[in-house]
Nanobody
Framework: QVQLVESGGGLVQAGGSLRLSCAAS????????MGWFRQAPGKEREFVAA????????YYAGSVKGRFTISRDNAKNTVYLQMNSLKPDDTAVYYC??????????????????WGQGTQVTVSS
């Protein structure tokens, strides 16, 4: 089993940037697709970004495309989410998740079988 721990969240003003990290431990995650999701109070958990096992393919929600960048370093067992031009609507708890064997739809949370505990991102206006 893989354990995930997110870090890098915090409070930032609108227009600012944050970089989230997701460190994996346990078995290697280098063959798994990885994703970031977020959940705001009273809302469903939604897809933000995903990356294939090799890093060769990336996917983004329309609301973050052009502002967020997902990347991974398999040697360091870490996935990143660089978030630029942040908006108050980006305020949420951000979760890292893994999709074994890089199978299934990258944007569908039901294909992700292991999750981190989440990190809070708050964007003030």
């Amino acid at each position: 089993q893989v354990q995930l721990v997110e870090s890098g969240g915090g409070l930032v003003q609108a227009g600012g940037s944050l970089r989230l990290s997701c460190a994996a431990s346990g078995r290697t995650f280098s063959t798994d697709g990885m994703g970031w999701f977020r959940q705001a109070p009273g809302k469903e958990r939604e897809f933000v970004a995903a990356i294939s096992w090799s890093g060769g393919n990336t996917y983004y929600a329309g609301s973050v495309k052009g502002r967020f960048t997902i990347s991974r370093d398999n040697a360091k067992n870490t996935v990143y989410l660089q978030m630029n031009s942040l908006k108050p609507d980006d305020t949420a708890v951000y979760y890292c998740a893994g999709r074994p064997g890089d199978s299934g739809w990258a944007s569908d949370k039901y294909y992700y079988t292991y999750w981190g505990q989440g990190t809070q991102v708050t964007v003030s206006s």
